[in-house]
């Protein structure tokens, strides 16, 4: 028996033969391709399903069943083949292991294979079950279902003869040939990790850019990220220990251009040997392991600085530099795939791939063909259009300071150039640096950049938002968008919305209360208080709701602190639910702004949040100063008609009823009409009044919804509320525009207390108040299930409107007809209210989290689209 594994760069192996040790174990790769060849009847299909999942085979017989209804039919194999191929191809996308289960004996059928493999970088796995051929013709004597000629098991054994020494040449990167029966018997399956997955470590890590021989400047860093340095007889660093367990990532370019070589080599390979980090490979260690090998190499781009330090160096230390560099492996995939370390970068399609293109890419990056004015390579952006889940970390191309776009980050910051040496604290997405002792190598072209800078070059894009779309929620799991929807909201996006840099956040809808069964009302505050007990929340908090229209406040501290963090010059934005900029007037918007500002400031908020930015949930007031135009035409129109007809008719009933016409009815139901419009004109014009400037305005804020680096809508309402008020006390007394919110804490399972509650709630509406918003106290909630765990989120807020306000929403008889609003559907309002808080949660924890642009946008626009859906818009 022989069994042949073929690795990049080792010759093939004679393992025992069948009558010494069995076979302990074939390695496989976790995702590769793996292709079983072997004559009809050598048992393929009976090792494949004894070594793998069923689901991970993709046999032609089966294949030809599908398209033929008989799994026999030769006529139908192109098409069977199609389908495999088909198949394969999907799987190796989705990184999945997949077998083949064909005869495979001819090159041309594994050409087709091998080159799918190549497709998806992964790797291509012969297993050749090399059995008599007298075996598989008894074999297939037995199969009812398949009698074939003599010759053609004869003809596939003398082609499978020829292919076994080629597989190799063919591309296969690994062969295992089992030979006769017994050592198929014998032989397992072993899976292996690829060299690139290191998925189990999590971290914290502290990630390093290009070091370039700068020794020196390296220990600096190390001492400053916490690590304690361990140097050996002669005083050299040879390890570095952190006393938290941090462990250290090395992205590349550790050698040339830079006064000690040797030494960054030392203290590296001593961390990596220790246990202590990580380390991948950069283009110089490829260029230098090569001149050590003995290859032919040009001399050049501070290789020469290297091989003069390394002449100094013992043989011994310099083997140890050659087995160091030959080891590197050119990519990691670490904290369960949520952080990808390369040196020059790597698109998502790439991230756990093995192939020559995807370790070129790792270390070289794409170049568009072209060269700069210096000569050197134009980079493909690749980042720019990133569109992964991972974070990748990488390096090569000296940028002035490191900055994030779009989940990347390069962290060259060119040190031997005397630039900076720059680290990433990881998880926590802190940069620290520490600058060059001087210039040590003169660079080609000045240190500006065309790797990603501060700015997204290409933030956005159709494919972000376009189509179906299925968003990941931290808070309620999966939420899908329409196609229809969302060609709706990119209307809206593209057309009237903000830029959308700005736009961190939309409001969600608010949930009705149940319908009342009380005489005289559609909404009552004990649903909302029995709706959360029934929810197991006992402590909610009542807010009185305002009557203007809902705004989202951006404001920043200074200009540059807008500009920064969002890349946008200004003080701030304030716009509306649908993402439009709230007022047309921008003077007077920047005026709102810096009021905003002012009181924030005096208030202590930004110190407070340690943010130069605040983004707050708000309503501004009157409604008139952005309804103006539904004013005119909808509830003026209607309160006009009914004060022109109305009249009239009533002055003709009571002619009829003074002739003795039998009216009276008729009469009273009129009049009622008449109270009714009244009431209803009454009704809007409390929520309008007239504005000049700054004059009129009143914004209430109710909720300090994010700050850097944080989410502050899941804080208690309570915290949000006690903030609110101190940034309302601090503005100007002469001529406040802020307005404080009232609210009232509520227990629902005390009877009194939501006595209280509705008392309080009919004292608002009495006053001319549009009603209340019910909270939990705690804010984002879910309700328990029967075994104690958490269930679904609870509604964030269940809105109360007052008995006179539904008059505006309703018209103005509508309680005349409560039967008929009785039977109102309030299921679908629900679940968009859950939906888009969901949604609106997660692009706050994405912008706290400093996630990229389309990160944050992709539930902000989610929100948008939702919002087309069909519901009655009355509720």
């Known amino acids: 028996m022989t069994d042949t594994t073929a690795t990049p760069g080792a010759a093939p192996t004679t393992a025992p033969t069948a009558a010494s040790t069995p076979i302990r174990g074939l390695p496989v790769t976790d995702v590769s391709l793996v292709v079983l060849i072997g004559t009809t009847g050598s048992g393929k299909s009976s090792f494949a399903r004894k070594h793998f999942l069923p689901t991970q085979v993709v046999s032609s017989d089966f294949c030809r069943g599908l398209v033929a209804d008989d799994e026999n039919d030769q006529s139908a194999s192109g098409d069977a083949f199609d389908v495999l191929h088909y198949i394969v191809g999907k799987r190796l996308a989705a990184g999945r292991l997949t077998v083949v289960d064909a005869t495979n004996v001819q090159q041309e059928a594994r050409r087709q294979l091998v080159q799918t493999a190549r497709e998806h970088d992964v790797l291509p796995i012969a297993i050749v079950l090399d059995v008599p051929p007298g075996v598989c013709a008894e074999r297939n004597r037995t199969r009812p279902d398949r009698q074939l000629p003599p010759h053609v098991i004869t003809r596939q054994q003398r082609e499978l003869r020829r292919s076994i020494r080629g597989l190799e040449r063919e591309g296969f990167r690994k062969v ?167 040196h020059a970068g790597l698109p998502e399609k790439y991230h756990g791939r093995t192939s020559g293109r995807v370790r070129s890419h790792a270390l070289y990056g794409d170049t568009t063909g072209e060269t700069d004015e210096y000569g050197l390579p134009v980079r493909y952006p690749w980042a720019e259009e990133y569109r992964g889940r991972a974070l990748v970390v990488y390096g090569h191309t000296p940028v002035p300071a490191a900055s994030f776009l779009n989940n990347t980050i390069c962290l060259d910051t060119g040190c031997v150039f005397g630039g900076s040496l720059t680290a990433l604290r990881y998880p926590e997405r802190e940069l620290v640096s520490v600058p060059a002792e001087q210039e040590w190598y003169a660079p080609v072209r000045p240190m500006h950049s065309d790797a990603p800078g501060a700015r997204e070059g290409r933030p956005l894009d159709l494919a972000d938002v376009a189509g179906r779309r299925v968003v990941e929620t931290a808070h309620h799991g999966r939420v899908a968008v329409r196609e229809e929807n969302a060609a709706a909201a990119l209307e809206v996006m593209s057309r009237f919305a903000l830029d959308p840099r700005l736009l961190a956040y939309l409001p969600p809808t608010m949930a009705p209360s149940a319908t009342s069964r009380r005489e005289g009302f559609l909404e009552h505050p004990e649903e909302a208080f029995f709706a959360y007990r029934h929810d197991g929340v006992r402590q909610v908090v009542c807010e009185e709701k305002h009557m203007g229209s809902r705004a989202v406040v951006l404001v920043a501290r200074d200009a540059a602190a807008l500009e920064k963090r969002f890349g946008v010059e200004g003080r701030g934005a304030i716009w509306t639910r649908t993402g439009r900029a709230f007022l047309s007037d921008e003077e007077l918007t920047g005026a709102v702004l810096e009021r905003v500002r002012a009181a924030a400031e005096r208030a202590g908020l930004f110190e407070e949040l340690a943010s130069d930015w605040l983004l707050l949930d708000a309503e501004l007031m009157p409604w008139s100063l952005k309804a103006a135009e539904l004013l005119r035409r909808q509830y003026a129109a209607v309160g006009a008609a009914a004060g022109a007809v109305l009249p009239p008719v009533l002055a003709a009933l009571e002619q009829g009823a003074g002739r003795g016409l039998a009216l009276g009815e008729l009469a009273d139901r009129q009049r009622q009409r008449a109270v009714d419009a009244e009431a209803f004109t009454a009704a809007y014009r409390r929520y309008c009044w007239p504005t000049e400037g700054l004059s009129g305005i009143r914004l209430a804020p109710f909720q300090v919804l994010a700050a850097e680096g944080a989410n502050l809508a899941v804080r208690p309402h309570d915290e949000h509320l006690a903030r609110i008020d101190r940034l309302v006390a601090a503005d100007d007394p002469q001529a406040p525009i802020l307005q404080g919110t009232g609210r009232l804490v509520v227990d629902t399972s005390d009877e009194e207390s939501i006595a209280a509650g509705v008392a309080w709630w009919e004292g608002l509406t009495a006053a001319g108040g549009e009603g209340m918003v019910v909270k939990p106290l705690a804010s984002c909630v879910r309700r328990e299930t029967g075994e104690g765990r958490p269930g679904g989120l609870v509604q964030p807020g269940i809105k109360v409107r007052g008995r006179e306000y539904l008059r505006i929403i309703y018209g103005p008889d509508y309680t005349q007809y409560l039967d008929r609003l009785r039977q109102r559907s309030l299921g679908h309002k629900r679940s968009l209210a859950l939906r888009e808080y969901a949604l609106g949660l997660e692009a706050l924890d994405r912008l706290a989290a400093g996630e990229p642009l389309w990160r944050v946008h992709e539930p902000v626009f989610a929100v948008l689209a939702l919002e087309s859906e069909p519901v009655d818009p009355r509720l």
Request: proline share 4%.
């Open 176 to 342: 295992h040939v089992l030979r006769g029966e017994a050592e198929v018997e014998a032989a397992g399956i072993v899976i292996e990790k690829r060299h690139n997955d290191l998925r189990h470590l999590t971290g914290p890590f502290d990630i390093v850019g290009d070091i370039h021989g700068c020794r020196s400047e390296l220990e600096t860093l190390l001492v400053r990220l916490g690590y304690a340095l361990t140097r050996d007889g002669q005083g050299r660093p040879v390890d570095a220990v952190h006393p938290e367990g941090r462990t250290a990532v090395f992205v590349g370019d550790l050698v040339d251009r830079g006064p000690d070589t040797p030494g960054v080599l030392r203290l590296v390979m001593g961390m990596v040997g220790a246990g202590h980090a990580v380390c991948v490979p950069g283009n110089h260690e490829n260029k230098l392991g090569r001149w050590m090998d003995g290859r032919k190499v040009t001399v050049s781009h501070g290789l020469q600085e290297s091989m003069d330090q390394l002449a100094g160096e013992t043989e011994e230390f310099r083997a140890q530099v050659r087995a160091f560099m030959s080891g590197l492996v050119s990519h990691y995939l670490l904290d369960g795939g949520n952080l990808v370390v390369c």
